[in-house]
C-alpha cells in the first residue's frame, strides 16, 4: 500500500489512471491538478467518495503549495501528467507550455529531490518519479518502414513536443545528476471515453452529432498510431511498479491510421447508430444527413505538421509484458458509444470550454 501523487488527474489520461489506481490496487491516491480549461472532475465522478482518494487544486508550478503537499503526504511515487497537451493551442499560445511543461515539471523535480533526499532508506528504495510523456518529441517520421524506438533521436516541431522535449530531459538530467529515481514513458496518440472535444476523435463525434463539418487538416494523410486510454493507464502502472529506474519506455498501439481513416471509421459507426435509431435526440441537426462522411471537409493544414507518428512498443513487451488489449474497431465502437451516452460530461464543455472553433491558425 502506498501513496501516489498523480498530477493532472483531473485530465483525460490521469483521469483514467486514477479511475485504474482505485479499482485495481489499494493505494493512495492524490490527485494535483490546477483545473485548466482541460481539466474535469466530473471525468472522476465515479470514485470522489472512495477513501483512499484526495484532490489538491494546486499549480504544479507553485513551489510552496507543491512542498507542502509533499510534506503533508509524504507520497511514494509521482505519476506526473500535468501538463499543456494539445498541438494547435501551443501554436495560438505557447507561454502556456513553456510555463506548465518546462517550469512545472522544473519544479516537481526540484521539490521531489530535496523530498526525497531526507527520506529514511527502506522508502528512499521504493520512491519513483514517473514521467509521462509523448511521441511527438521523436518529431516526422518520414520513413514509412521504420518505427520510433528508445533509441530514436529526439527532434521536436511544435511548441508543445518542444516543451515536452524539454521536459523528458529534465526529468533524465535530474535522474542522471542528482540520482532521483526516474523513469520516463512516451506514449502515441490516445483516445477513449473522457477526452477533450479538442482532439481530433471527440471533435469529430460531436461535430457530426450536431450536424457541423469535419475539419480534416491538409489532405487527411497524416498517420497516428492509436491506443485505447484504458491500455494506456495499465502500461503506465506496469512501467511504474516494473520500470527499471533510469530507463525510457515507449508505449503505442501497434495502431497506424491515417487522419482520414479514423474520420471515416468514426462516419460508418454513426451511420449504423442512425440506423438503429440511437441518433433521434440530434434529429434537428442530422435528419437530412444519409452518410456522415458527407460532412467532411479538408481545410488549410496545420503549421508545422508531422506526417507521421509510429511507436515501436517491443522494449516495453519484452521486459515488462505489457501490450495492447482493446483493438481499434471495438475501443472506437466503444469511444463513440461513450459520447453518445454521455451527454452531461461533454455539453458544459461545449457550452462554457469549447464550442468546436478552428485553433492554431490565427497566429501565424
Ligand atoms: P489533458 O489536457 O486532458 O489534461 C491535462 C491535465 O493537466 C488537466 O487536468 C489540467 O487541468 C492539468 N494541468 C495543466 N496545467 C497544470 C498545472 N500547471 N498544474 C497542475 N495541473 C495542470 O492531457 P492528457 O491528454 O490527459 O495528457 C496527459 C499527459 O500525457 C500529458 O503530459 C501529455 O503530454 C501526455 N500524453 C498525452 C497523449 C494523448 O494522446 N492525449 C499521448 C501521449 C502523452
Ligand atoms: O502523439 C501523441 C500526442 O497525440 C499527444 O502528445 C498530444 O497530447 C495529443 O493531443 C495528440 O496530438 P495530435 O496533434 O496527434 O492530436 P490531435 O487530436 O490534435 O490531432 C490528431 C491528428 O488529426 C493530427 O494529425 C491533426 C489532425 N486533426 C486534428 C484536429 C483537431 C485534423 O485533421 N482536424 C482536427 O480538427
Known amino acids: 500500500m502506498h501513496t501516489i501523487f498523480i498530477t493532472g488527474g483531473a485530465g483525460f489520461i490521469g483521469s483514467a489512471v486514477i479511475r485504474y489506481l482505485l479499482q485495481n490496487t489499494h493505494h493512495t491516491v492524490v490527485n494535483i491538478d490546477k483545473l485548466t480549461y482541460a481539466g474535469n472532475l466530473a471525468s472522476l465522478d465515479s470514485i470522489q467518495h472512495h477513501t483512499n482518494y484526495h484532490f489538491e487544486q494546486v499549480d504544479i508550478c507553485d513551489r510552496e503549495k507543491i512542498a507542502q503537499l509533499f510534506s503533508h503526504y509524504q507520497p511514494d511515487a509521482v505519476m506526473h501528467l500535468a501538463a499543456e497537451s494539445h498541438v494547435d493551442r501551443s501554436i495560438d499560445k505557447p507561454s502556456d507550455f513553456i510555463q506548465t511543461n518546462i517550469i512545472g515539471t522544473y519544479t516537481l523535480l526540484e521539490i521531489s529531490r530535496e523530498y526525497y533526499s531526507q527520506l529514511l532508506p527502506e522508502k528512499k528504495s521504493q520512491f519513483r518519479f514517473h514521467h509521462i510523456s509523448t511521441d511527438e518529441v521523436f518529431g516526422d517520421l518520414e520513413d514509412s518502414a521504420k518505427l520510433f524506438t528508445e533509441q530514436t533521436a529526439y527532434s ?196 462554457q470550454r469549447y464550442a468546436g472553433q478552428r485553433l492554431g491558425v490565427d497566429n501565424i
Not at 258 to 287: F, H, M, P, R
Request: include cysteine; charged fraction near 20%.
Open 156 to 351: 521536436p516541431n511544435s511548441p508543445y513536443s518542444a516543451s515536452k522535449a524539454a521536459s523528458d530531459h529534465l526529468v533524465q538530467a535530474w535522474g542522471e545528476t542528482y540520482g532521483l529515481p526516474v523513469v520516463i514513458s512516451n506514449c502515441s496518440n490516445n483516445y477513449g471515453p473522457f477526452q477533450f472535444p479538442e482532439k481530433l476523435i471527440p471533435l469529430m463525434i460531436l461535430n457530426a452529432l450536431h450536424g457541423k463539418t469535419l475539419p480534416i487538416y491538409g489532405k487527411g494523410d497524416q498517420i497516428r498510431d492509436w491506443l485505447f486510454v484504458e491500455d494506456h493507464a495499465k502500461a503506465l502502472y506496469r512501467v511504474l511498479t516494473q520500470g527499471k529506474i533510469g530507463e525510457h519506455y515507449n508505449i503505442g498501439g501497434w495502431n497506424e491510421k491515417t487522419n482520414i481513416e479514423v474520420v471515416q471509421a468514426i462516419c460508418q459507426l454513426l451511420n449504423i447508430a442512425k440506423k438503429e435509431g440511437k441518433l433521434t435526440a440530434y434529429s434537428d441537426y442530422i435528419k437530412d444527413i444519409e452518410d456522415f462522411s458527407s460532412l467532411i471537409q479538408f481545410v488549410t493544414d496545420r503549421p508545422g505538421h508531422d506526417k507521421r507518428y509510429a511507436i515501436d512498443a517491443s522494449k516495453i513487451k519484452i521486459e515488462l509484458g505489457w501490450q495492447p488489449e482493446e483493438i481499434f474497431e471495438t475501443g472506437l465502437a466503444k469511444t463513440v458509444d461513450w459520447y453518445l451516452e454521455n451527454t452531461h460530461w461533454w455539453q458544459p464543455i461545449l457550452e
